[in-house]
Nanobody
Framework: QLQLVESGGGLVQPGGSLTLSCEFT?????VGWFRQAPGKEREGVSC???????HYLDSVKGRFTISRDNAKNTVYLRMNSLKPEDTAVYYC???????????????????WGQGTHVTVSS
């Protein structure tokens, strides 16, 4: 059983930056960040496997960076150049998988955190 806890959400102005953290209880899992905006479906934002291979949603490429510290069992999501459309609840999730390429397949992620709110607004 994998447990995950997100932190770092908040209110930020357009163009600003924010870093989310996800602490989890076991390092041998693929971990990803997902988001759900009001009235929209949940989508995979970025994933990283145990070895550090990554996958990004097209709309965040070049703006968001995912990283992980296996010694601390923590995955980070650095979000730069934030836009109002990035506003959502961001969730961290884990999967028993090897490849970050499964990131769009939400059903493959068995374990979910409670989420953290990110609001991008002036």
């Amino acid at each position: 059983q994998l447990q995950l806890v997100e932190s770092g959400g908040g209110l930020v102005q357009p163009g600003g930056s924010l870093t989310l953290s996800c602490e989890f209880t076991s390092a041998r899992y693929l971990v990803g960040w997902f988001r759900q905006a009001p009235g929209k479906e949940r989508e995979g934002v970025s994933c990283i496997d145990y070895r550090g291979s990554t996958h990004y949603l097209d709309s965040v490429k070049g703006r968001f960076t995912i990283s992980r510290d296996n010694a601390k069992n923590t995955v980070y999501l650095r979000m730069n150049s934030l836009k109002p459309e990035d506003t959502a609840v961001y969730y961290c999730a884990g999967a028993r998988a090897l490849s970050a390429a499964i990131c769009p397949e939400l059903g493959r992620f068995e374990f979910w955190g409670q989420g953290t709110h990110v609001t991008v607004s002036s």
